[in-house]
C-alpha cells in the first residue's frame, strides 16, 4: 500500500489549480493532487535529464537534441564559420556544447589548417 506525506501549498494556488482542472477536463486531471503530482514528476524528470545530447557528428558540424525546447540543433562548419541554426548564432549553448567533444575539436583543427575560420580550440 503506498504510503503519502501531506504538503502545503498557499490556499490562492491551490484554488487556482482547481479552477484550471475545472475548466479544462480535456487534461484528465481529477484532483488538485493528481495534478501536483504529475506536474512536480515531469520537473523532475526535466531538471534531471540533460539538457543538451550529442546526436551525431562529422565532417560538416553536429546534431545536438535539446531537451528543453523539444529541438534539434544543427552546428554547421563552414569555411567563414560555425553557425548554429537554432539560434543563428556562432556564439549560442549549442555551438559551445559541441566543442566539448575531442572528436569535434579535432575536424575543427584540421579545418582550421585549411584556412577555415573556425574558433581556435
Known amino acids: ?26 487534461f484528465g486531471y481529477r484532483s488538485l493532487a493528481q495534478f501536483l503530482e504529475d506536474s512536480s514528476r515531469r520537473r523532475l524528470e526535466e531538471l534531471d535529464e540533460p539538457r543538451f545530447q550529442k546526436l551525431n557528428s562529422d565532417e560538416n558540424g553536429v546534431k545536438i537534441w535539446d531537451s528543453r525546447l523539444h529541438k534539434t540543433a544543427d552546428v554547421y562548419f563552414k569555411p567563414n564559420g560555425i553557425r548554429c541554426t537554432l539560434d543563428d548564432t556562432s556564439n549560442c549553448e549549442h555551438v559551445y556544447f559541441a566543442l566539448t567533444f575531442s572528436d569535434v575539436r579535432d575536424i575543427i583543427k584540421a579545418k582550421r589548417k585549411e584556412g577555415w575560420k573556425l574558433p581556435d580550440v
Open 1 to 26: 500500500m503506498p504510503k503519502y506525506r501531506n504538503i502545503s501549498i498557499k490556499t490562492e494556488f491551490a484554488n487556482s489549480i482547481e479552477q484550471f482542472i475545472r475548466a479544462n477536463p480535456q
